[in-house]
C-alpha cells in the first residue's frame, strides 16, 4: 500500500482564498484524522471521522473550516476565506478497525500538507 | 478527558550513551499509549505501543517504553543513541474503547550529538 497520500505537498495562497486540502487514506482503513501542526501550538486534532461520519469535529478552529468525507478512500479538508494564521502543516491521519490484528489502534499519518496563506 | 505531558521540550545526548524521553498521562480507565517520531518534513510515524500485557513494550529502532499504571508514566528509552535518532517525538494517549481520538502531547526534541 502508498500510505496515506496528501495532495497538494505545498499550497501557497493569499488571504481571503479558498483552500482545499486532500486526503486518501490507507485502504481498508475506517478512521480518518485531520491535524494541524505549528511551532505555537504543536500537533492539534482538527476532527476525525469514523466509517466516513464525523465523530468529533472540536477542534475544527471557526466555520471558515470545514471538512467532508464522500467516501472510504476520500477527505478534504476546506478553509474559506483562508488567513495568514491558518499558515501550517496539515496532517492527514488513517487508523485501522477494531479488531485488525497487529495494526489496530495505529494512526499513518501522511507527509503532509504545507499551506502558506500570504 | 484525557491528557499528555512531556516536561522535556528538548534533551540532548552524546551518541552511545542511553537516552530517556518522559511521557506522563491522564486517562479515564486503562490507556493505551503510543509513540510516535517525526523527522523534518515529514508525518510522524508510529514508534511502539501499549496496549495490554507485560509493561516493557519493545518498538522500532531499537527503542523501548515502560508502561507505570501507579505513576502514570511511559517513559520511551534506548540504551544507545545514535545521531541519526536526532527527531521530534511525541507521545499519545486515548481511552482504551472501541472508537476514539489519541491525545498527543506537545513533543520532545532528541538531539543526539556525535
Known amino acids: 500500500d502508498a500510505g496515506v497520500i496528501q495532495s497538494p505537498r505545498h499550497e501557497v495562497t493569499e488571504m481571503g482564498q479558498e483552500v482545499t486540502l486532500r486526503c486518501k487514506p490507507i485502504?481498508?482503513?475506517?478512521?480518518l484524522f485531520w491535524y494541524r501542526q505549528t511551532m505555537m501550538r504543536g500537533l492539534e486534532l482538527l476532527i476525525y471521522?469514523?466509517?466516513?461520519?464525523?465523530?468529533?469535529d472540536s477542534g475544527m478552529p471557526e466555520d471558515r473550516f470545514s471538512a467532508k468525507m464522500p467516501n472510504a478512500s476520500f477527505s478534504t479538508l476546506k478553509i474559506q476565506p483562508s488567513e495568514p494564521r491558518d499558515s501550517a502543516v496539515y496532517f492527514c491521519a488513517s487508523s485501522a478497525p477494531i479488531g485488525t490484528s497487529g495494526a489496530k489502534n495505529i494512526q499513518y499519518f501522511g507527509a503532509g500538507t504545507r499551506l502558506s496563506v500570504l | 478527558a484525557q491528557s499528555v505531558a512531556q516536561p522535556e521540550d528538548q534533551v540532548n545526548v552524546a551518541e552511545g550513551n542511553p537516552l530517556t524521553v518522559k511521557c506522563t498521562y491522564s486517562?479515564?480507565?486503562?490507556?493505551?499509549l503510543f509513540w510516535y517520531v517525526q523527522y523534518p518534513n515529514r508525518g510522524l510515524q508510529f514508534l511502539l505501543k501499549?496496549?495490554?500485557?507485560?509493561?516493557l513494550v519493545k518498538g522500532s529502532y531499537g527503542f523501548e517504553a515502560e508502561f507505570n499504571k501507579s505513576q502514570t508514566s511511559f517513559h520511551l528509552k534506548k540504551p544507545s543513541a545514535l545521531v541519526s535518532d536526532s527527531a521530534l517525538y511525541f507521545c499519545?494517549?486515548?481511552?482504551?474503547?472501541?472508537?476514539?481520538?489519541?491525545?498527543f502531547g506537545d513533543g520532545t526534541t532528541l538531539t543526539v550529538k556525535p
Open positions: 486517562v479515564s480507565g486503562n490507556p493505551y
Open positions: 499519545a494517549v486515548r481511552q482504551n474503547t472501541n472508537a476514539g481520538k489519541s491525545t
Open positions: 471521522f469514523n466509517n466516513n461520519v464525523p465523530i468529533d
Open positions: 501499549y496496549i495490554t500485557g507485560d509493561n
Open positions: 485502504s481498508g482503513h475506517n478512521s
